[in-house]
């Protein structure tokens, strides 16, 4: 059975600090992993990796996978209060037609 | 374009009511699918459609039913309401196996009493 766990499931930040977000995944057949964004309603996607060691960078945000330690880190620089959510890590298999979601972590950035 | 689209956004129901969650993409695109998400448990996959005439069970597909007989519409039925249903529903979509990740729709609150 596919599994994703994220860590922390919930962190308390002040504005500017960094954060680092961890997933790890045991899937049968891998094809990517996914982030994703969810402040009230629908999650919003953030980036997707299938290569080890390739960072993808969108702004202050960057995500980065090792395939051989099953793993993943979504890094935030200088959080702002906008960047509250909840941040969402999943793992698509080779059929693409799947997504296997961790719990999410819950970032509050605070003033 | 307007995207995913899901009504209702808020639904009640009795226990053993039946109803269907609509869902309608304007995208073409061909892969469709249900999540649920509960506190602490993520979403999970309730069911998943490649193409229209084509769907297939995900991880917690016990009380719901669904069909695909055109490429944008995915409709969810539940056929008896549980309280165990109480959950919010997502609809997602995307383009082909060969495209990243899913777009969500905003989601229908469901309680079941």
């Known amino acids: 059975e596919d599994k994703v766990v994220q860590s922390p499931l919930s962190l308390v930040v002040h504005e500017g600090d960094t954060v680092t977000l961890n997933c790890s995944y045991e899937?049968?057949?891998?094809?990517?992993l996914l982030w994703y964004k969810q402040e009230k309603k629908a999650p919003t996607f953030l980036f997707m990796l299938?290569?080890?060691?390739i960072e993808k960078k969108s702004g202050r945000l960057s995500s980065i996978l090792d395939k051989k330690e099953l793993f993943s880190i979504l890094n935030i620089t200088a959080t702002q209060t906008g960047d509250s959510a909840v941040y969402l890590c999943?793992?698509?298999?080779?059929?693409?037609?799947?997504?296997?979601f961790g719990e999410g972590t819950q970032l509050t950035v605070n003033p | 374009n307007a995207g995913v689209t899901q009504t209702p956004k808020f639904q009640v129901l009795k226990t053993g009511q039946s109803m269907t969650l609509q869902c309608a993409q304007d995208?073409?695109?061909?892969?469709m699918s249900w999540y649920r998400q509960d506190p602490g448990m993520g979403l999970r996959l309730i069911h998943y459609?490649?193409?229209?005439?084509?769907?297939d069970q995900g991880e917690v597909p016990n009380g719901y039913n669904v069909s695909r007989s055109t490429t944008e519409d995915f409709p969810l039925r539940l056929l008896s309401a549980a309280p165990s249903q109480t959950s919010v529903y997502f609809c997602?979509?995307?383009?082909?196996?060969?495209?990243?990740?899913?777009?969500f729709g905003s989601g229908t609150r469901l309680t079941v009493v």
């Open positions: 997602a979509s995307k383009r082909g196996q060969l495209t990243y990740g899913y777009t």
């Open positions: 899937v049968t057949n891998f094809r990517s």
């Open positions: 299938t290569s080890s060691g």
């Open positions: 999943a793992v698509q298999e080779t059929s693409g037609s799947r997504l296997t």
């Open positions: 995208m073409n695109h061909e892969y």
């Open positions: 459609s490649v193409g229209a005439g084509i769907t």
